[in-house]
Every structure is written in structure tokens, then in C-alpha cells.
Nanobody, 117 residues
Framework: QVQLVESGGGLVQPGGSLRLSCAAS????????MEWYRQAPGNEQELVAG???????NYADSVKGRFTISRDNAKKMVYLQMNSLKPEDTAVYYC???????????WGQGTQVTVSS
């Protein structure tokens, strides 16, 4: 079993920055591929960024060059650094873990990000 807890969301002005954090517990973190998803009201859930167990990364086109995903295996943490935020980045952001051995997925409870002046 894996537990995920996100933090770091909030209200920020356009052009500002936020760093989201996701703390994992309950499993060998190095076996988890980690992803950030987001969902805005009325929209489908969207994959924002992912990082593999080998730290390979991928990003949605809408956030490339602005967001950076990273992981710290020793601390069992994954981060999403979000720069140059836009109002369209407003959403609930969710952390997802995919266990590369058991193939199970796990979700955090989400954290709200609001970009508004």
C-alpha cells in the first residue's frame, strides 16, 4: 500500500511560481513511477508531468518549459516546480504513483492551485 500526500497549492498571481510536493509512504519509493495530474472544473483530468524510476521526465505540451518535475528517493518526495503560471493552470493537482512491480496505482487527495489577479 502506498499513501500520497500533496502540499504546496494556493493562490498565486499570473506569472508567479509555486512548488507542489508529494510525500509518499508505505512502499519502496524507488519502485514508483510518479506523475502529476490536474483537473479543472468541467474539464477532463490531464497528465501534467511524469518521472520514471530512472528519473526520465515527460511533460504536457501546455507546461513544457514552465514546469519541472523532480524526485528525491531518499526523502520519498516528488516535486512539481511551476513557473510563469497562467490562469489556465488553475486546477486541482493530484499526485499519482504507479508501482513498477505490482502495477498498482495510487492517488493523493489533491491540492488546489488558483492563478488569478
Amino acid at each position: 500500500q502506498v499513501q500520497l500526500v500533496e502540499s504546496g497549492g494556493g493562490l498565486v498571481q499570473p506569472g508567479g511560481s509555486l512548488r507542489l510536493s508529494c510525500a509518499a509512504s508505505g512502499s519502496i519509493f524507488s519502485s514508483l513511477a510518479m506523475e502529476w495530474y490536474r483537473q479543472a472544473p468541467g474539464n477532463e483530468q490531464e497528465l501534467v508531468a511524469g518521472i520514471s524510476t530512472g528519473s526520465n521526465t515527460n511533460y504536457a505540451d501546455s507546461v513544457k518549459g514552465r514546469f519541472t518535475i523532480s524526485r528525491d528517493n531518499a526523502k520519498k518526495m516528488v516535486y512539481l516546480q511551476m513557473n510563469s503560471l497562467k490562469p489556465e493552470d488553475t486546477a486541482v493537482y493530484y499526485c499519482r504513483a504507479w508501482h513498477t512491480v505490482t502495477r498498482r496505482t495510487y492517488w493523493g487527495q489533491g491540492t488546489q492551485v488558483t492563478v488569478s489577479s
